[in-house]
């Protein structure tokens, strides 16, 4: 099997450029490795399409397809099963969960996404009901501000309920062994996972958003859902433009119809909207997410009340709203690159907030009743929270407006508010926790006293157990030393409750039970263990350290949580007030305004066709979208992208295993002694011709060929720029520059671009032309370009 590739080794392992190979599937470099102080061989990684098979690749939705439900996916790579996050939504309807109830068991590791509750809210109830015990992954925004996340609507929900899906505690056990990542870090998975490599790239939606690349034997997949190409205040967008040719792209169809406007456009309609509201003396409600979109509205808000000096009060109401503001100062680093170069020159931290004021209890509005306002809070989609209360005070008030930012989940009051034309009137439960009283209070402690009881004997018993159990232990140690032997004539049968021991004594047992491999009762003795050296007894100094009190930590059933704790939500949770759970149903007139303005931070239809283009996945799995969103993309990208374009259905498993067969491949010495390397900026490159021969099933070895190998074409490396082109020779000497948008190298060149982004170079001599296109970029030592060169003997690869 004859081999040709151009190597590249580089100090980094930077992708190397492209490279021309009879074995390349995917027309990208066959090789990317990093030099060794010359020690061969080498072990690199090879694709061949020449029979085999490759990576195993299988792909099932466990939730979110042909519908905007949760989003929960199986991925199974050789076996090694990766669930791509899990989510729930804002009803926390266990139905949903039924798919990954079946397999939760036999997951490896769990990939999240983004910090919101579509994408992790089932975690703390699949460990609970479901044994999911696979380690968890996620950048390190995603696991603060999702574990924020988590914690606001389980106090929304127990403000109002007597919510039991989950806990606190089921909540930090849940979020305790998470794994965190940095954007393009290759987390190299073990055991059961081995030679699987996964990495967190920027996915440009929320905070820490992530597309995951999973690559294993060369084999890429990647996994991008709620992805945002347009840059934003707090966020850059995202870079799955820089992945090309991935064995299989998982990606959404959740806006493919949609088009937004202009992103100065939308901002200015946003802003107007507010101010035509809040002149009129109303007030603003804005339903958002705990800690995702609702940081790009804090900013815009921020951006404008500072260039308008204006004074209309602004409040961001959640269970956690100093909480999460404080964690979002530190991820900085995480952020667009014009907040942290602001940050760098100024010291100024984008979310030292000036306008907008952190509340955590409902109550603090009643200052401002009367004042026009604008109020963002939790939940949007209207359904418990915050949000709901101040949507019923409102709605009445024609003065007032309800602006959505995003779409509301399926069933909740946001969607059903959203439809056009919206309701006049819709049916609301009221709820809210009563301390008890009376004769329900009596009861509740009657039943409380005889719990106490209950557990009180059975804590007792287990006391006793143990005691038992100790001692038995330690009298069969004591008895395996020296035997002691006994006359059994001289032993005889006494009363219960004592024993006649040798015929000469009674020994009274008092709750004593002898165990089984004592001769004679004998009482507990347990020996001093302590350490001691010359000067007594080893004292242990942390035994007698007084803890300092953590104000970023607060304690509740014994459990740490790893959060610094509004006011209202530590007296929710330490309030042990006996309570019930009062409800009503209430129809609201909704007399106030309604408007929904796209801020969800997707992409949109066009722009997703264009990045799904540009990428151009070897296999296509389309998830997360309206059926019709869902078939609409299909059809486009099966006729424009490539051929293999899937979308299944719930628990349908579809296998999008590559093509490729891969193989490790080992450069022999005798070969790597012979070839010559050419430096490139950073990295150093070599054209190598070679015979492949199989040493066993998975690995080939790349010998010297045994006769001289063929010519082969150029290959120009790099990234090729006029401007550097032009500096490059004119320190070689030539004569350039440029002349209608062309450069001109002395009389009889001229290098220009094309439509197609190549380079185009134009060489004329004795009125003849020759052109060349540079798919590639130059390479840094490139010979020089002067006139009657000989573009067929030159030395690049």
């Known amino acids: 099997m004859w081999v040709r590739a151009l190597l590249c080794f580089s100090k980094t392992l930077s992708p190397p450029p492209p490279s021309p190979s009879n074995f390349s599937l995917r027309q990208v470099p066959l090789f990317s490795i990093q030099k060794k102080k010359k020690q061969v061989p080498l072990s690199l990684s090879l694709s061949l399409s020449r029979g085999g098979m490759g990576t195993s690749v299988q792909v099932t939705p466990l939730s979110g397809v042909y519908g905007e439900n949760p989003l929960c996916y199986l991925v199974a790579i050789d076996g090694f099963n990766l669930l791509m996050d899990c989510g729930w939504n804002d009803l926390f309807d266990p139905s949903l969960l039924q798919p990954l109830s079946r397999v939760a068991k036999s997951i490896d590791a769990v990939l999240i996404s983004h910090p919101d509750i579509l994408h992790l ?44 899906m989950f806990t606190l505690d089921d909540i930090d056990a849940a979020f305790q062994n998470v794994i965190r990542l940095k954007y393009s870090q290759n987390y190299h998975l073990s055991e059961n996972g081995e030679g699987i490599v996964i990495a967190p790239h920027v996915a440009g939606h929320l905070l820490g958003g992530t597309i995951w690349k999973i690559t294993k034997d060369g084999e890429d997949v990647v996994y991008a859902v709620d992805f945002n190409h347009r840059k934003e205040r707090h966020l850059n967008g995202t870079v799955l433009e820089s992945f090309v040719r991935p064995a299989v792209l998982i990606t959404d169809a959740y806006n493919a119809l949609n088009n937004q406007v202009y992103k100065r456009q939308r901002d200015q309609e946003f802003i107007d909207a507010i101010l035509r509201v809040l002149r009129a003396d109303g007030t603003v409600l804005l339903p958002v997410d705990t800690a995702g ?119 909740t009051l946001a969607r059903m508010l959203q439809v056009d034309p919206p309701p006049k009137a819709v049916k609301v439960t009221m709820s809210k926790r009563v301390p008890l009283v009376g004769d329900e209070l009596k009861a509740y402690e009657e039943e409380q006293e005889k719990i106490k009881k209950e557990e009180a004997v059975k804590k007792a018993s287990i006391v006793k157990v143990e005691e038992v159990r100790a001692t038995s232990s330690h009298l069969s140690e004591s008895t395996k030393g020296d035997s002691m032997v006994i006359d059994p004539a001289s032993a005889t049968a006494s009363p219960k409750g004592s024993s006649h021991f040798r015929g000469q004594m009674d020994i009274l047992i008092d709750g004593f039970t002898p165990p089984s491999t004592s001769v004679a009762p004998m009482f507990p003795f347990f020996e001093n263990t302590a350490e001691w050296d010359d000067f007594g007894e080893v004292i242990n100094p942390d035994d007698y350290v007084i803890q300092e009190e953590d104000s970023n930590h607060m304690v509740v059933n014994g459990k740490s949580l790893d959060v610094k704790p509004d006011e209202a939500s530590v007296h929710l949770l330490l309030d042990s007030t006996p309570s019930k759970v009062v409800s009503h149903e209430l129809t609201v007139q909704v007399k106030c305004a309604l408007l929904y303005m796209d801020f969800e931070g997707r992409s949109d239809g066009r722009s997703v066709k264009s990045i799904i283009s540009h990428v151009a996945p070897l296999k296509l799995v389309l998830v997360h979208g309206s059926a019709e969103a869902t078939e609409h993309l299909k059809m486009h990208c099966a006729k424009h992208v490539c051929p293999h374009v899937y979308a299944p259905q719930i628990e349908e498993t579809i296998d999008v295993t590559s093509d490729l067969c891969a193989y490790k491949v080992q450069l022999s010495e005798k070969l790597m002694s012979n070839v010559l390397f050419r430096k490139m900026v950073e990295n150093e490159i070599l054209w190598m011709d070679s015979v492949a021969e199989k040493t066993n099933e998975k690995v080939l070895t790349l010998l010297p060929p045994p006769s001289a190998p063929p010519t082969h074409k150029s290959v120009l490396v790099g990234d090729l720029k006029l401007a550097d082109f032009k500096q490059y020779l004119s320190t070689k000497g030539v004569q350039v520059e440029f002349a209608g948008g062309a450069l001109k190298c002395g009389e009889h060149i001229t290098v220009r671009k094309i439509s197609d982004s190549s380079q185009k170079v134009t060489y004329t001599q004795n009125s003849m032309t020759a052109a060349v296109s540079f798919s590639c970029i130059l390479i840094d030592d490139l010979c020089c370009l002067q006139s009657g060169w000989d573009w067929s003997s030159t030395d690049c690869y």
């Not at 109830?125 to 995603?142: C, D, I, N």
């Not at 804090?298 to 709203?321: G, K």
């Open 121 to 164: 809210g089932a975690l703390p109830y699949a460990r609970k009901h479901f044994g999911l015990s696979a380690p968890v992954y996620a950048t390190e925004p995603v696991y603060r501000l999702g574990l924020l996340t988590m914690y606001d609507h389980y106090l929304s929900r127990r403000q109002i309920s007597d919510f039991d």
């Open 293 to 411: 979109r609702v940081l790009e509205l804090i900013l815009i808000l921020e951006q404008y009340w500072a260039q308008q000096h204006l004074s209309f009060p602004i409040f961001f109401l959640t269970n956690v709203a100093s909480s999460t503001v404080e964690y979002v100062k530190s991820f900085l680093e995480w952020m667009s690159d014009s907040i942290a170069k602001s940050f760098e020159h100024t010291r100024d931290n984008a979310f030292l907030l000036k306008y907008v004021t952190l509340i955590i209890n409902k109550s603090d509005l009643e200052n401002y009743a009367g004042v026009p306002k604008v109020v963002l809070t939790s939940m949007a989609s209207l359904e418990v929270g915050f949000s709901h209360d101040i949507f019923v005070e409102l709605a009445t008030d024609a003065k007032n407006i309800v602006l959505f930012t995003e779409r509301g989940q399926f069933g």
